[in-house]
């Protein structure tokens, strides 16, 4: 069965570059997430979209912005890149009808020098 | 972590042994649904109780839900190695706009052989 797809799966940048993660959630989810987990945390939710459109907002920073495109993936762009933004980042797709049980992506690792 | 707290945080048992975590939320909830995450990796989705049921059963695993103590347990039974990860809980209110996960802090569970 196809999962979640997340691009890339590493990435390094230095302090006040920009970023752009990519996710293709699971054909035929509507709903799809993403969270960010730092070193040793919990994951923490930043940002939904519902139908290409934004749901819920977490904890994203000004600095960073998502978006759903018509053929349903998702970008998360992070400008301004800081330390504390190093931290392994989610993609999670899911079928609202069902509860709101989430497929999880790989995840993609961004490193901050 | 903003909903609560797991117990305990690490945990180390030996094949065959059975493994019980446990998890407090602070808000009403409309399920509650348990990750496991290897290490440095995604999240897997295991198991979701919903809030009207007390227990629920998927092979190994077992899962109770008390609504009046805003608390639920995992119990992993006859664990093997290859049940070593980190283990968390995360609850979904369900309310309008929101359809994030609220993660717990996790059980990181070390099964030796």
């Known amino acids: 069965a196809a999962g979640v797809i997340q691009s890339p799966r590493h990435l390094i940048k230095e302090k006040r570059e920009t970023a752009t993660l990519k996710c293709y959630p699971i054909?035929?989810?509507?709903?799809v997430y993403w969270y960010q987990q730092g070193p040793g945390q919990d994951p923490q939710f930043l940002i939904s979209?519902?139908?290409?459109?934004?749901?819920d907002k977490g904890s994203i920073p000004d600095r960073f912005s998502a978006q759903q495109f018509s053929d349903y993936h998702s970008e998360l762009n992070m400008s301004s890149l800081e330390l504390g933004d190093s931290a392994l980042y989610f993609c999670?797709?899911?079928?609202?009808?069902?509860?709101?049980?989430?497929?999880f992506g790989p995840g993609t690792r961004l490193t901050v020098l | 972590s903003q909903q609560g707290e797991e117990d305990p945080q690490a945990l180390s048992i030996q094949e065959g042994e059975n493994a019980t975590m446990n998890c407090s939320y602070k808000?009403?909830?409309?399920?509650l649904q348990w990750y496991r995450q290897n290490s440095g990796r995604g999240l897997v989705h295991l198991i979701l109780?919903?809030?009207?049921?007390r227990e629920k059963h998927s092979g190994r695993l077992r899962v109770t839900l008390d609504t009046s103590k805003k608390s639920s347990s995992l119990l992993i039974t006859a664990s093997r190695a290859a049940d070593t990860a980190s283990y968390f809980c995360?609850?979904?209110?369900?309310?309008?706009?929101?359809?994030?996960?609220?993660f717990g802090s996790g059980t990181r569970l070390q099964v030796q052989p």
């Open positions: 999670a797709s899911s079928l609202l009808s069902t509860y709101n049980e989430q497929f």
């Open positions: 054909p035929r989810h509507d709903t």
């Open positions: 979209f519902y139908e290409k459109m934004q749901s």
């Open positions: 808000t009403s909830i409309n399920n």
């Open positions: 109780i919903r809030s009207n049921e």
């Open positions: 995360a609850t979904f209110t369900g309310d309008t706009g929101r359809r994030a996960l609220t």
